[in-house]
């Protein structure tokens, strides 16, 4: 018989061997288990994924954000610092220098010209692209800084262009250009400054031919009035040589085509630009009554529905030059025919005077300067009136006041930033 003690030592040792050597898992726990494993491992990698692309997204927008708000700083501070008032007949002895605004044929909603107008698809994310700004400014803060070869200059004056070009494309047939801002220096009493006679497109400054000195010697504010010499070191790259020195037009290309190339890369204030969109103010386009989500609104010139819309409710707004669906009275017609653009991009130019007095027949017309020879020729409105003149600005009004929209693309996560810059010339 078997004792009870050995009974019992059996009994304890069975239960020792249950509690230390459990039973293990079979296959399909081991694959169950494996399975709910790799779905949360994918559902955090998932997770995390999404969190790193919205962050690299937020980065990219900040960084778009950032680089816009510099350029649009930067224009600002460029239109607020102008030495010439918006007004026409600038006179060379004043020393103003110059404001030109140009618009080229591309507008936000179509593309092309005349017999080529056409709208634009619905999808379009490309804007006004062939819009350009030149003026001469001062510098509030630090000073300008050019070269011309291996020699720096600084002046607190310059001739300043804006303006874009063709760059990037991304998927999808999104178009960008860059957008560059092009200085020129303006030295005034430096007569020592040796420019070459044939200046190089990277030269940075302004200058002018003088008669008695080969070569050519820096421009004042006084000689830029006159449109022959400005942006004269590329002069005769993007402007024609007869009078009135307007943008040389090449069927196909852009107001900035002549521009690619020179200082690709050196001039650069923003990239993946969509459009840059210059508008002067007209105080006699229409506002026309609209709805917006059924509220009765005001359309200005633009606005989607404005070629529709209904009664004018208004007048004075922002407007592309040259645009006649506006019933604007100024800035929506044709340019003057004496100002001798026909056939050239809409302008405004702040214009010289010193073109009624210079001895030069503008207009080929066997007529010099009679508006200055102290005589009543036309025998009306008196001595020297506006009718004797032989020439005329493009558009013969004061500009009031300029708007600019700069749309820019983001590609990372494809979004668009917009920014607008409005500045006054000429107080009310």
Known sequence: MVSSDRLARCRVARRSQLIFNPRGLTLIEVLVALVATLILMGAVISVLGMVGT??????????????????????????????????VWQRPEAGNGYLEIIEGPIRDAVVGSGPNYS???????????????????KSKGQPFVGKIGKAVFQSNIAEVMWFLVPAQQFAGGVQTYNLHRRIFL??????????????????EVASRNNPAIPGNIPATL?????????????FNIIRNQAFPHNLRIVPGKDANFAL??????????????????????????????????????????GDAGYKQGGTVVGTGAY???????????????????????????????TWNFGYEQDGVDQYNDSII????????????????????????????????????????????????????????????
């Not at 009136?385 to 708007?403: F, K, V």
Request: proline content about 8%; aromatic content about 4%.
């Open 260 to 301: 690619s190339g020179l200082r690709e890369g050196e001039d650069i204030v923003l990239s993946n630009v969509l459009g840059m969109d210059v508008k002067v103010f007209d105080p006699t386009a229409q506002i026309k009554s609209g709805q917006a989500d059924g509220t009765p609104v005001g359309l200005n010139p």
């Open 119 to 137: 709208p634009k698809p619905p999808e379009s994310l490309e804007g006004d692209t062939d819009d350009m700004i030149l003026l001469t400014t």
């Open 369 to 428: 300067d009679l508006g200055t020879d102290g005589l009543d020729n036309d025998n009306t409105n008196g001595v020297d009136d506006a009718n004797e003149r032989e020439t005329s600005p493009p558009y013969p009004y004061p500009l009031r006041g300029i708007q600019v929209k700069i749309r820019v693309y983001e590609p990372s996560s494809k979004s668009i930033r917009e920014v607008t810059i409005e500045e006054t010339f000429v107080p009310e």
């Open 319 to 349: 407007v592309d030059l040259g645009d006649t669906t506006t019933g604007s009275t100024q800035f929506g017609l044709g340019m003057s025919l004496a100002s001798k653009f026909t056939g050239s991009y809409a302008t405004y130019d």
């Open 222 to 234: 006084g000689d830029l009035t006159d449109r022959q010499w400005r942006v004269r070191p590329i």
């Open 186 to 203: 303006v030295l005034p009493n430096t007569p020592s400054v040796s420019i070459p006679a044939t200046p190089n497109a990277n030269d």
């Open 54 to 87: 919205n962050v690299a997204n937020s980065r990219s927008q900040i960084e778009v954000s950032n680089r816009l708000r510099s350029a649009q700083m930067q224009l600002r501070d460029d239109l607020a610092g102008a030495t010439c008032p918006g007004m």
